[in-house]
Nanobody, 125 residues
């Protein structure tokens, strides 16, 4: 059974950091493209970062450039999102997703077919 479980969300002050984890089970995560998305209250879901299979390709949206990093620990079958210099506008539910076995990726939800349940990130003073 394919499953993605996010963790690591929480409350952080502006300028702080968080690392989100996405543990995969039922498949080998690094063989598939994967991504992080977020959805703020009253807004549509948006892509943040994605990574292709084999970890040779990553894509950052403007909201993530210079502050967020995507990575994988293949031994743990886990995807990470390191978030630094957090801003109040980063407040959202963050989701991880797994897509096709492709070396490239796009930050579009329709590219992915397996999703986690989400983890809340709140940035506030």
């Amino acid at each position: 059974q394919v499953q993605l479980v996010e963790s690591g969300g929480g409350f952080v002050q502006p300028g702080g950091s968080l690392r989100l984890s996405c543990a995969a089970s039922g498949f080998t995560l690094d063989r598939y493209a994967a991504g992080w998305f977020r959805q703020a209250p009253g807004k549509e879901r948006e892509g943040v970062l994605c990574i292709g299979s084999g970890d040779g390709y990553t894509y950052s949206t403007d909201s993530a450039k210079g502050r967020f990093t995507i990575s994988r620990d293949n031994a743990k079958n886990t995807l990470y999102l390191q978030m630094n210099s957090l801003k109040p506008e980063d407040t959202a539910v963050y989701y991880c997703a797994a897509g096709p076995r492709q070396r490239m990726c796009v930050p579009e939800g329709t590219f992915y077919n397996s999703w986690g349940q989400g983890t809340q990130v709140t940035v506030s003073s």
